[in-house]
């Protein structure tokens, strides 16, 4: 009779950590971002990507854990199954959606380009940025565009493995312009500040959305996360989230 009990009671054990176990969500996110996504000097993980990531696990009632990822390898990471979503400020566009699923966005930004703060460039055409060096972290959106409209039309474009090492050099004098997230540049400007760079313009047609980034069987977490960003967004917390770091509406 003992042994049946214990039986029974080990059966239920194993059932509940199962249960826990298939409602823990790996979450990966970049960590070199800001405001997005950063590195505090505690180590600890920070910005809005993860506020979002931890309140979207909050509502689904999911164990989740959040790990730093370099930007060049979160896809794969996550098509190895190291993880399972990217909240990340990743674009969602039709050649990542070849590779990955995506859910609702939660926020949508366009591209901005910014410029030392002494330069002559009065636009963000191609003719503008004919003969210039042009800057932008590289396998994003803004790298897509440098490459493809910008050095095309007579730019030499310039592309970093991270958002800081960009920055840098705009701020250093070795680019004429960088091409970034408007967001994120805006942020980095206001904390750089009016002695070193100013920004130029936003870049015409080029808004996205950005998603949670799923791989393509996980029909089920999707559904999850796109259900949970909507209560979110109902119930208040998604802007008490954005007004942390921004005084508009970025949805």
Known sequence: MKKTIFLAAA???????????????????????????????????????????????????????????????????????????????????????????????????????????????KGVTVEDMKGKVVGAQASTTQANYTSDVYAKGGA????????????????????????????????WLNKAGKDCCKLLGDVPGTETEAGIGIRQSDTELKARFDKAIDALVANGTYQTITKKYFPFDIY
């Open 156 to 187: 030499e474009a310039k592309l970093y493995p991270t958002q800081d090492e960009a920055t840098v050099d705009l701020q250093n004098g070795r680019l004429d312009a960088l091409v970034s997230d408007k967001f994120v540049v805006v942020d």
């Open 11 to 121: 059966t239920l054990l194993g059932m509940a950590q199962l249960a826990s176990a298939e409602d823990t969500i790996r979450i990966a996110t970049e960590g070199a971002y800001p405001p997005f996504n950063y590195v505090e000097s505690d180590g600890s993980l920070k910005g809005l990507d993860v506020d979002m990531a931890n309140a979207l696990c909050a509502e689904m009632k999911a164990k989740c854990t959040i790990v730093a990822q370099d930007w060049d390898g979160i896809i794969p990471g996550l098509l190895a199954k190291k993880y399972d979503a990217i909240i990340a400020s990743m674009s969602i566009t039709e050649e990542r959606k070849q590779q990955i699923a995506f859910t609702n966005k939660y926020y949508t930004t366009p591209l901005a380009v910014a410029v030392p703060k002494d330069s002559a460039l």
